[in-house]
């Protein structure tokens, strides 16, 4: 019989495995030693150099003979051997699904890619947030660029912007959310572009629930080009206009009459409801183009709003008017002004922090600069009452 390779922990040695029969004519394994008290360590370090290059280690720590990390115990073997089942081609298993990877559909007009929403994107109420929102937009509307083979090295920018040193940056953006996506759901965004008068360009997006199809949130937003050292805009160059007129497309997401494109009023510390100061950007905050990124604003508006408008209500359009960039250096002050949605000011908006309240509300933002108030962002929000909430 082989000898088996083993440790004794108080007397080192080799043994050797032997049956002995009982009085019941029964089996009964034994360990035999092999060697002489003067021969153990001679076989301990045979022993060590032996297992160091063929034999499985042995100091794994099991319970009740099942291992706990991971690695070769009593045959089994550890979790880097295991094998999983392939998907046989005429399995009725369907493959992943490629959430990661987008593609063009329409005659390449159209980027379209799919996600899923993350535990980390969701909100109290489980469902994806408006930040969450927008920032899939803009996801999807790097990508488009990243894809359609005139990217440059820059965050966004084409070839042409990029010897030039020109960065994309949105002026407006309008959003209408009808339904927000719950933890888990998959949603298939669409996107396309198109000239915005002279010098600016429209990027539209629809996103729809993957499996019912249904479009579920709608936006627009105008961009124009800026000086990545000087801070200034520019026209577009006429080598930058070659380059993505190709993949212009004349169509809307959202119809011209249905488009927020009413001016925002600027709010001022005496026309402000609710103002909070001291928001200071973060390192983390700051994007590629070396500016906040434009979705974080929306963190910092919503400060200003009372906590049951958040807690009672969905916010289902947005829209933001962008003045001028902010840094990690800036501090900022939010002001919020709030009336019944579709009803005048002087109706009186106080009427808003009633409990149970059912009216939809219209509010007013604006982030600004503490130190000398200089306008970064104006925007306009439209809540609707949550219909859970009705249930008593």
Not at 150 to 163: C, D, H, I, K, Q
């Amino acid at each position: 019989m082989a000898l088996i390779k083993h440790v004794c922990l108080n007397y080192p040695c080799l043994i050797r495995p032997e049956v002995i029969k009982n009085h019941d004519n029964v089996g009964i394994p034994v360990a035999k030693f092999v060697g002489n008290s003067r021969s153990h360590g001679r076989n301990l370090r045979r022993f060590l150099r032996v297992n160091a290059t063929t034999g499985p280690p042995r100091n794994v720590q099991t319970i009740n003979g099942n291992k706990v990390n991971g690695i070769y115990v009593d045959g089994i073997p550890s979790f880097a051997q295991e094998q999983r089942p392939s998907v046989k081609e005429n399995s009725n298993e369907e493959p992943n699904h490629e959430y990661l990877l987008g593609r063009f559909v329409e005659d390449r007009f159209v980027y379209r890619q799919s996600f899923i929403i993350r535990s980390y994107e969701i909100g109290p109420e489980k469902t994806a947030t408006m930040e969450t929102i927008m920032n899939l937009l803009q996801e999807t509307a790097l990508n488009h660029v990243t894809s359609s083979g005139v990217s440059g090295n820059g965050f966004g920018a084409t070839r042409e912007m990029s010897l030039r040193k020109l960065i994309w940056v949105v002026t407006r953006i309008h959003i209408q959310v009808e339904k927000y996506s719950s933890w888990g759901d998959v949603v298939e965004i669409d996107t396309w572009v198109a000239a915005a008068g002279k010098n600016g360009m429209r990027r539209d997006w629809v996103i729809r629930d993957y499996n019912t199809q249904k479009i579920i949130t709608r936006a627009t937003s105008t961009w124009v080009i800026m000086n990545r050292e000087t801070r200034r805009l520019c026209k577009i160059p006429d080598e930058v206009r070659e380059e993505v007129q190709p993949f212009y497309l004349n169509r809307v997401s959202i119809s011209t009459e249905d488009t927020d494109s009413e001016k925002i009023e600027k709010l001022t510390d005496e026309t402000a409801e609710r103002i909070r100061s001291g928001l200071a950007p973060r390192w983390n905050d700051m994007d590629a183009n070396q500016h906040v990124n434009n979705v974080k604003y929306i963190g910092w508006i919503l400060e200003s709003v009372p906590i049951n408008i958040l807690e009672d209500y969905n916010l289902t359009s947005m829209t933001l008017e962008y003045r001028r960039e902010c840094t990690q250096s800036n501090v900022l002050e939010s002001l919020t002004s709030m009336k019944p949605d579709g009803k005048d000011d002087q109706e009186g908006s106080s009427k808003l922090v009633v409990k149970n309240d059912k009216k939809g509300w219209e509010c007013t933002h604006l982030l600004r600069m503490e130190a000398d108030q200089a306008e970064i962002v104006r925007a306009r929000s439209v809540w609707q009452y949550k219909q859970h909430r009705l249930i008593i």
